[in-house]
Nanobody, 125 residues
Framework: VQLQAFGGGLVQAGDSLRLSCAAS????????MGWFRQAPGKEREFVAG????????YYADSVKGRFTISRDNAKNMVYLQLNSLKPEDTAVYYC???????????????????WGQGTQVTVSS
């Protein structure tokens, strides 16, 4: 599975963005998908995950109620809708695939096998 994330940009606090992740490979629809982010000087952190069926989602507390993850298996796409953005959301955002056919959505980066190249999100105050 190859992944490419895009859709980042420079926005003001309170604005919205939609990140997209395009996947190649016939097995995409068997992988749980996750979005992670990494700010300068900080470790990569889990943001949101979605099961391979799309039926279950899981969010970090810091984004719950503001971000929404979704997927379209017919189009091999995963999305992250970012609303009510805050300056502390500034980071490089990565999409990742892992946990093939697993019921549990894991938050640790080590659980994900494939990674996209990242897209920068910058939120000004």
């Amino acid at each position: 599975v190859q992944l490419q994330a895009f859709g980042g940009g420079l926005v003001q606090a309170g604005d919205s963005l939609r990140l997209s992740c395009a996947a190649s490979g016939r097995t995409f629809n068997t992988y749980n998908m996750g979005w992670f982010r990494q700010a300068p000087g900080k470790e990569r952190e889990f943001v949101a995950g979605i099961s391979w069926t799309g039926g279950r989602t899981y969010y970090a507390d810091s984004v719950k109620g503001r971000f929404t993850i979704s997927r379209d298996n017919a189009k091999n796409m995963v999305y992250l809708q970012l609303n009510s953005l805050k300056p502390e959301d500034t980071a490089v955002y990565y999409c990742a695939a892992g946990g093939r056919l697993r019921r549990t959505i894991l938050a640790g980066p080590e659980a994900y096998d494939y990674w996209g190249q990242g897209t920068q999100v910058t939120v000004s105050s």
